[in-house]
């Protein structure tokens, strides 16, 4: 393909056994598709400066089978999946969508790769791996897909190393087990780093934002699991204030897991255990809890329209201290149209303001309400709701994005469930369900045991 062509493939691209695609090592070629792309293990992928730009509508899936690619560029607010692991020479960029990857299938960054523009409507979701060759940082575009959460590593030494990392919006494991010198880590959130190949060590930065619940600037280290115990990786440098920052570590040896952590429990003026907002016909129940509270006055729900804009709801006056687990409720009866995105503020008696996790819940378009059973023997039903009536389009797709099973139903506004069955072998299979010409889209996924 030359050096200044666009191509815009309306569907699939599959490159068979004894298929070839070629792309001129010059200039930017443009290739662009809206379904799947799919090379088969004996197919050849030869890549030159090209980009290779997924601009569906639909969740698309990535399977170049093993050969390099030069760029990704995501263009789809359904994201692309990515199906085997694949290397990436030149740049990923992101504009619409995230890049879906799993521990069998995630893009490896040459040494030379760059990315453009994530974001926390654009990012990597799942593991990602970089190949460092110098001592030049490297920020990783990692997040949970309302957020982008990066972390920054810097090695020590120029031999070849190569590092995966993975961001989970989960409270860390054995968060209780730390080592002298540390009074919490944080309950919000870590990060899988890992050394693949190579033996540089390095330091890491981690980053925070509103979500992280920093409230104790000051004290805030880095801080590893070595195997038994959260250990302290200190703090070279520190930066921003408690709503976002980042945190440099010093030397990191032993690659784990890494979190934000606190030589001062004030950091954790309350650990919140659980918070959701649960869509409940047509208003929404918002319910968290706590399993500490220190110095705490009350808790702010907000809501916002874009994620980012947020105005409050109403006031919940809390426990104060308390150690034991405590339960709150809140219901929204008058949600907006469209997507609700919702978040609480905690404010202790000094005025010290935390905040939660984001969580939306949708009422417009379409959403796949529910798979069940899951995982499932190959009959399952699909529950959808939707806000207008339509022919939806069902569709199921494998693992490389091969379509095996589509059906086109009409719906009425509410509720519908769609009785399935699939004649297929063990694995996980994706669903997607499409209404008023892929105006409104949702996804799930089933599992398939036999």
Do not use: C
Not at 185 to 195: A, K, N, Q, V
Not at 269 to 295: H, R, S
């Amino acid at each position: 393909m030359g050096n200044a062509l666009v191509v815009q493939a309306m569907g699939d691209v599959n490159i068979n056994a004894t298929g070839v695609m070629s792309f001129q090592n010059a200039g930017t070629p443009d290739f662009r598709l809206k379904g799947n792309f799919t090379n088969d293990a004996a197919g050849t992928y030869t890549h030159g400066t090209e980009k290779i730009r997924f601009n569906g509508s639909a969740l698309q899936n990535a399977d170049f089978g093993g050969d390099d690619v030069y760029g990704i560029y995501t263009d789809n607010a359904s994201n692309v999946q990515v199906a085997s692991n694949v290397n990436l020479v030149g740049d990923l960029q992101f504009d619409a969508g995230h890049i879906l990857s799993s521990s069998g299938a995630f893009i490896t960054l040459d040494t030379d790769a760059t990315v453009t523009n994530p974001s926390n409507t654009a990012h990597n979701n799942g593991p990602i791996a970089k190949n460092f060759n110098s001592t030049t940082d490297f920020s990783f575009p990692t997040g949970h897909g309302t957020s982008y959460n990066p972390i920054r590593f810097q090695p020590n030494g120029t031999s070849a190393t190569t590092i995966k990392v993975q961001y989970h919006n989960l409270t860390p494991s054995d968060n209780t087990s730390l080592a002298p010198g540390l009074d919490a880590i944080s309950s919000e959130e870590y990060w899988d780093i890992t050394r693949e190949a190579g033996t540089e060590e390095g330091e890491v930065t981690l980053f925070w934002d509103a979500e992280s619940n920093v409230a104790n600037f000051d004290s805030t280290v880095v801080a590893y699991w070595d195997g038994s115990l959260w250990q302290s990786a200190g703090k070279q440098s520190l930066t921003g204030d408690i709503s976002t920052g980042t945190v440099k570590s010093n030397n990191l040896s032993l690659f784990n897991k890494v979190t934000l952590a606190t030589t001062n429990l004030s950091v954790l003026p309350v650990e919140l255990i659980e918070f959701n907002a649960i869509k409940n016909y047509n208003q929404v129940d918002i319910i968290w809890a706590t399993g500490v509270e220190i110095n705490n006055d009350y808790f702010i729900i907000e809501r916002s329209q874009d994620g980012v804009n947020f105005l409050p709801l109403d006031n919940i006056k809390g426990a104060g201290n308390s150690t034991q687990t405590i339960h709150y409720a809140y219901v929204d009866k008058n949600p907006l149209p469209g997507t609700s995105y919702y978040r609480l503020q905690q404010v202790d008696f000094d005025g010290t303001k935390t905040y939660s996790n984001i969580k939306s819940v949708n009422f417009e378009g379409l959403e796949i309400v529910n798979v069940y059973p899951n995982p499932s023997q190959g009959q399952f039903s699909v529950q959808v709701h939707s806000t207008l009536e339509g022919v939806l389009t069902l569709t199921i797709y494998d693992a490389l994005g091969k379509i095996v099973s589509q059906e086109n139903i009409t719906v009425k506004k509410g509720y519908t469930v769609l009785n399935q069955y699939i004649n297929v072998a063990t694995g996980r299979y994706f669903i997607s369900g499409q209404i008023n010409n892929g105006q409104y889209y949702d996804y799930n996924y089933i599992l398939i045991g036999r």
